[in-house]
C-alpha cells in the first residue's frame, strides 16, 4: 500500500514563503502523475499543482508565478515551494499520486493533509 507523508505546513505572514514536501512510502517516478491539492471548509477541493506523464507542472491560475513544483526521484520527494504567500491561500494541502490501471482505471493515492494559514 502506498503512503503518501507530508510536512511543511504552518502559520506565515501574508507575503513570506512555505515549503510543502510529500514522501512516498515507494519510488514516486512510478506514478503517472503526482501533484498538490488545497481545500477550505465548504469548498471542493482544487489542484494546485501538477505533473502529468513527465510534462512540465501546471498551476491553478491564483499561484502562478508564486508557486513552484518539483520532484526528487531519489529521495521520493515532491516539493511545492510556495513565496508571496496570500491569505487567500490558507488551506488544507493534500499530496497526490495517481496510476493508471489495466482498463484504463486510475487509482488515487492520498496524504494526510497539511495545514498552511496565511495571516494577513
Known amino acids: 500500500q502506498v503512503q503518501l507523508m507530508e510536512s511543511g505546513g504552518g502559520l506565515v505572514q501574508a507575503g513570506g514563503s512555505l515549503r510543502l514536501a510529500c514522501t512516498a512510502s515507494?519510488?514516486?517516478?512510478?506514478?503517472?502523475?503526482v501533484g498538490w491539492y488545497r481545500q477550505v471548509p465548504g469548498k471542493q477541493r482544487e489542484l494546485v499543482a501538477g505533473i502529468l506523464n513527465g510534462l512540465p507542472p501546471n498551476y491553478v491560475d491564483s499561484v502562478k508565478g508564486r508557486f513552484t513544483l518539483s520532484r526528487d526521484n531519489a529521495k521520493n520527494t515532491l516539493y511545492l515551494q510556495m513565496n508571496v504567500l496570500k491569505p487567500d491561500d490558507s488551506a488544507v494541502y493534500y499530496c497526490?499520486?495517481?496510476?493508471?490501471?489495466?482498463?484504463?482505471?486510475?487509482?488515487?493515492?492520498w496524504g494526510q493533509g497539511t495545514q498552511v494559514t496565511v495571516s494577513s
Open positions: 497526490n499520486a495517481a496510476t493508471l490501471l489495466p482498463g484504463g482505471i486510475w487509482k488515487y493515492y
Open positions: 515507494g519510488s514516486i517516478s512510478s506514478f503517472k502523475s
